[in-house]
């Protein structure tokens, strides 16, 4: 089975504009999650979504948003884009949430984001 | 609120010797805590994870951590490192599921052959 995969893996933008990046969750994974790597620094989680729902959200401005489509797969939109967006973004799939739980994440490679 | 504390940024051990990474946490609840690997250019991998059944918890590759609730500690080890071990390693914190997920800020690990 394909892991998780994310695309583009590689993006250069300048400061200013708007940028989509996407995440395949793995077959059967119901939950996608949302993190910003900034070189040098741990992953740093920006949202979580189940069932086309935000249902966790770090503390991240309103320039970030992403939503979940019908096969499960997400969006992340960041607009309004500054030199410090600059980061790696991972996409991470697990199981449906259970409630007092917690389900192992999978993580994509990542896509590497450059803001000029 | 949760956090989490890598004691130091880089390590250094020669191949065959003994690998302990710190990890301390601070949780108001009854955390569950894991260790992740990223090896450069890949994804994130799950080493091992603790979710209040055995306070001894061992993972791929012959790692294992021990969870010490006086200690707030979560530390990891190997009893022999390889150099394929040279990587970046977090330790996580969260309760559930739900919950906000909190990667510590890393530790390099680097292996001298």
């Known amino acids: 089975d394909a892991g998780v995969t994310q695309s583009p893996t590689h993006l250069i933008k300048t400061r200013g504009q708007h940028v989509t990046l996407r995440c395949s969750p793995i077959s059967g994974h119901k939950s996608v999650s949302w993190y910003q790597q900034v070189l040098g620094q741990g992953p740093q989680f920006i949202f979580q979504y189940y069932e086309k729902e935000e249902r966790g959200r770090g503390n991240f401005p309103d320039r970030f948003s992403a939503r979940q489509f019908p096969n499960y797969s997400s969006e992340l939109n960041v607009n309004a884009l500054l030199l410090g967006d600059s980061a790696l973004y991972l996409c991470?799939?697990?199981?449906?949430?259970?409630?007092?739980?917690?389900?192992?994440?999978?993580f994509g490679p990542g896509t590497r984001l450059t803001v000029l | 609120a949760q956090s989490v504390t890598q004691l130091d940024s880089h390590v250094s051990v020669s191949e065959g010797t003994p690998v302990l990474l710190r990890c301390n946490y601070s949780s108001s609840y009854s955390p569950s805590l894991f260790w992740y690997v990223q090896h450069p250019n890949k994804g994130l991998q799950l080493l091992l994870k603790?979710?209040?059944?055995?306070?001894l918890v061992k993972g791929i590759n012959g790692f294992e951590a021990e969870f010490k609730k006086s200690e707030t500690s979560f530390h990891l080890t190997k009893p022999s490192a390889h150099m394929s071990d040279a990587a970046e390693y977090f330790c996580v914190v969260t309760k559930t599921s739900y919950d906000k997920v909190i990667f510590g800020p890393g530790t390099s690990l680097s292996v001298i052959p």
């Open positions: 991470a799939s697990s199981l449906v949430p259970r409630e007092g739980l917690y389900n192992e994440q999978f």
């Open positions: 603790y979710t209040s059944a055995a306070t």
